[in-house]
């Protein structure tokens, strides 16, 4: 942009994009509070597969069948 069309922009013409300076400030600002209310934590999708894999045997973190499980109580 040449330096004389600059001096004669008025500062409330200027844009970021779409957007005045103070229309930006004000989405970022709605932005940054919708980022604080977002929820991290563990959510779990379908409870009737939690509560069946609650059940299942494990071994080291791992689902084993019932098989397997009755040589390894016969030997404690």
């Known amino acids: 942009m040449p330096i004389a069309f600059q001096i004669l922009v008025p500062t409330t013409l200027k844009r970021i994009g779409g957007l005045t300076p103070e229309e930006r400030k004000l989405k970022i ?5 919708k980022k604080k209310r977002r929820h991290w934590g563990k959510r779990v999708s379908y409870n009737c597969r939690k509560q069946v894999a609650d059940k299942r045997l494990r071994v080291k973190g791992r689902f084993i069948a019932n098989t397997q499980a009755m040589p390894m109580n016969s030997s404690d």
């Open 29 to 33: 600002r709605k932005f940054q509070e």
